[in-house]
């Protein structure tokens, strides 16, 4: 007890001394962490909400939903939702093939940026600044301005008129298979892959060239330098846009919905969900249509069901996410 | 063939080697950019018929016909696009803001910051692609406010405040209710500003702390240290940002006319119409790009 006396008697003197300047500041600051505190988490709040709200959402009995005196908590706790949603959504198989394309995307796309992002920071070439300015074209020209022709050709797929030749008169149709889009991807093309060339290079020009001269000097090959040197570097810029491709190609519907119309995707499931929801309501013959609460619960359930794995992902892989992306000191 | 390589000077491998490495890169953006966007510009200004016997499709040069069609025959595309674009211009300055604000906050050292950042990152990876249109028609959430604002029957301070600010006159009532919309979707935009959280963050954390302390013991509060130092250190960033932000918002699935376009190419398969209509958006968006980074680039601070 004298103690803390001891102590405040001190800080008194001390305050004392600054004119009153000292106590005043810590207020202020005991003040500031406090807002910034509350703050801080009604944000976080805000974001964490809605996901909250599914999980709820997704354990609630169909009455549940219509009783005004149940808001978060379910009074039936249940699993039918999952199960049936589940069925709705073929959600093992549709997991499956959608972690399989998503893996196959995500690999040809970084390992195409990859090569190009180090192409880009490391080597000079005539017609470096206007290529890298096509690079950031790309980036900024929607794929919808595209998709039209784009979806054409793959239609009536005919390069150079080679298949003609062969076949006789007769294009392929590749819309059906994944071919195009594995194409789209090995080209640089996919889904946001400007940006991952533009993230590795930026990477790559921030690498000592010192190590790489070293290699050189050594008698080391051009390309053998790139997977033997440079490659082991880049590993945390090249999880980063890994993880992004990985996710962003998850939850994507637009390339989806062109180019893998044959494959049970998540994300055409769940986009899907509510109409083939009024489907099986209809086929028991409970009612024409599933009440608007209940599609929305269940909708909630299947986007929850979709978002576990990236979330499962996002726990454990949260710092090659972000820390990656902010060392990668982006800069115009 | 060894000999003529050994003949090759060092600038000249390095080029061929750098062309290498980016080949695959030209071979994509020339077969899967270039020539679908020339072949996209000529279906605008003509008429697409498919003929799958053929084997293939036609198109018949109708000069500005399909543009026509979008702009004034089509009843629906005008009206969308207006309101798109004046919702992107309205939520760009509410963006940037937002995500600044929250950069500078996290950027201080507090416990548990790991966390919070990992919190205001997760849109990035959670609301993305067939997510963000899902949430958007969430009926059910909206119902269940209302009901709980039935049965609670009390009016909050900002419903009051509302009432009183936006009743006003006409101009400021305006400006105000153009605040109160902003904070009815602060959601929208805290889910959509991840990766200008980042890219603020990491602007900011390249800011050399000597800088601030020379400030402050010159004297400097800081407030001023925010606008003598941290704006102008973080300038250039804004510019990146409002092109992130712009190209995400017209990226974005929830975009309600890419949602049109698509319909009218998949759904009614108007290839020639949806892609005059994908031009005119594009025209759009590139203008207001180049406008707003031709104003903001004269006053930015650049720094190496």
Known sequence: MSKKNGKWQAFM???RKSGGYLL????????????????????????VQPLLNKISLSFMEEKDLYDSTIVNIPRNFTTVGYKLTSQLMHYWKALGTTTYISLLVSVFQVAAATLVGYGFARYKFPLRNFWFFMVILVIIVPPQTIMAPLYLNFTYFNPLGIIKLVTGGKTLNLTNTMLPYMLLCLGCMGLKSGLYIYLIRQFFRNVPKDIEEAAYVDGCGKFKTFYRIMLPDAKPIITSCFLFAFVWQWTDKFYSRMFLRGYTLLSTELNGLSASLDDFVKGAGIAEKASQAYSGAIVATGTLMTIIPLLIIYVFAQKGFVESLSQSGIKM | MARKKSKMTLAAKNAVAGYLFILPFIIGFIMFLVIPLFQSLRMS????????????????????????????????????????????????????IFSFFVALLLNQSFKGRGFVRAIFFMPVILSSGVIVGLEFNNALLKDMKDVIADTSNASSITTVLQDMLVAESSQAGDMFQYVFDLIDSVYDIAIRSGIQIIIFLSGLQTISVSMFEAAKIEGCTAWECFWKITLPMVSSLILVNIIYTIIDFFCRSDNEVMEYISQTMIGSLQYDLSAAMAWIYFVCCMAIIGIISLIISKKVYYYE
């Not at chain 1, 703050?39 to 976080?44: K, N, Q």
């Not at chain 2, 069609?69 to 969308?80: G, S």
């Open chain 1, 24 to 47: 005043r500041k810590k207020i202020f600051n005991f003040v500031y962490v406090i807002c910034r505190a509350i703050l801080i988490f009604g944000l976080c709040f805000l974001i």
């Open chain 2, 45 to 96: 200004v003509s008429e697409v018929t498919i003929n799958p016997l053929a084997g293939g499709f036609t198109m018949d040069f109708v000069k500005f016909a399909n543009f026509n069609e979008a702009l004034n025959i089509d009843p629906q595309f005008k009206v969308l696009l207006i309101e798109n674009l004046r919702t992107m211009i309205l939520d760009l300055p509410a963006t940037l």
């Open chain 1, 13 to 15: 003197e001390r305050n």
